[in-house]
């Protein structure tokens, strides 16, 4: 594999590749949140590694007895209270803005987060697409549709869908459940539509998120990584940004942003 190359000539090479993209797509991880305090999942300190994976029964647990699965969820959460309040407490961080900042001068056409923190909402992405969900909604497992977390009524368990009636659960995807089809879906058109892959913040081992920007690769469009640890995607990257996506995604910006 090619040395990763000097930040700069790094970053003017993405940017190069960004000005010839009509269609971009971002493919983001936790290593996007880590510089607002949200731990990662693998690596060091990662929540994954100090805590081991949840179990994959869970979803199994939720099919089986849902009320019991929300009397647990309401008392405990997953990856321990020090995961569970570092996301309470984090904001955006300037990664996650000048990625919005990217869509907003309409050099980003779609992110596909694997994150469930809501940050790239809260920073101003629009086109966004959350694959394992946003830790801040409620889905109904018949009818799909999301609803705030906090607007839902948990006095009676399992809450309900207000529209049909069907079983609420947290919208966050669980180990061993479904992706649900309309985000699938929407993360294939996208993929198909690609032109540019932009992969920052995941170590992109976790299918079918780390799939996407194997598949425009292979039908010949460039893939960028912004991270500072090698990952499995770095071997068919045409350019690695070898450095925290806080510093680099606006460094980006701000070439981008000279005519
Ligand atoms: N900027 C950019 N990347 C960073 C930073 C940073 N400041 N800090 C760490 N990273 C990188 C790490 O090098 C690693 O490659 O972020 C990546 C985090 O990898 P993971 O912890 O595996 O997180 P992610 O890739 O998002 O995991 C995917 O796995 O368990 C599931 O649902 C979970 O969505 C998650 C999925």
Redesign the pocket.
Known sequence: MSEPESFDLAVRRAAQLLRRSQHAVALT????S??SGIP????TG?V?TRFGEPTIDGWDLFCQDPEAWWEHALEHRVGGSEFSEALDRAVPNP?HYAMAELEHMGRLAHVIT??IDNLQNVAGSRHITEI?GNRAKARCMRCGLRFPLNTIDTSILPPVCKECGGILKNDVVMFGEPIPQDVLDTCYRQTYRADLFLV???????FPAAEFPIMAKRRGYPLIE????E?SLSDIADVIVRA???EAVPALVELLLVP
Do not use: F, K, M
Not at 40 to 43: A, C, H, I, L
Not at 226 to 229: D, K, L, S
């Open positions: 991880g936790a290593g996007l880590a510089e990662t999942y693998r690596g990662g994954w990664g694997q994150n394992h920052v913040g995941t170590s992109a081992v976790v912004i991270n500072p640890e990952t925290p996506a806080g």
